[in-house]
């Protein structure tokens, strides 16, 4: 078992910044490839940043590369999931979550998942 927490989140202005931060326990973090997904109201949950075990492949959803970084500390186990240039459509609750892949960007390759934070970008 995993257990992930997510923290960071809030409401911000348009254009501003937000830290995600998501603290895992349990089995071994290093051995898992996280993930972070959004899910905004009415909608499907959608794959936002991926990051392998050992933190040297990332992957982003379409559009997101270069405003959202997402990044790991295997000492600490966290994840971490920076925003930049934030817009309106970001609104959503971010939801960590772990992996026995190297990559993936579907929810259901996701074993683990934590309990979401809320993002509110105001226009």
């Known amino acids: 078992q995993v257990q992930l927490v997510e923290s960071g989140g809030g409401l911000v202005q348009a254009g501003g910044s937000l830290r995600l931060s998501c603290a895992a326990s349990?089995?071994?973090?290093?051995?898992?490839?996280m993930g972070w997904f959004r899910q905004a109201p009415g909608k499907e949950r959608d794959f936002v940043a991926s990051?392998?075990?050992?933190?040297?492949?990332?992957f982003y959803g379409d559009s997101l590369k270069g405003r959202f970084t997402i990044s790991r500390d295997n000492a600490k186990s966290t994840v971490d999931l920076q925003m930049n240039s934030l817009k309106p459509e970001d609104t959503a609750v971010y939801y960590c979550?772990?992996?026995?892949?190297?990559?993936?960007?579907?929810?259901?390759?996701?074993?683990?998942w934590g309990q979401g934070t809320q993002v509110t970008v105001s226009s």
């Open positions: 990051i392998s075990s050992s933190g040297g492949i990332t």
């Open positions: 349990g089995r071994t973090f290093s051995s898992y490839g």
């Open positions: 979550a772990a992996t026995s892949l190297s990559r993936a960007t579907r929810n259901s390759r996701y074993d683990y």
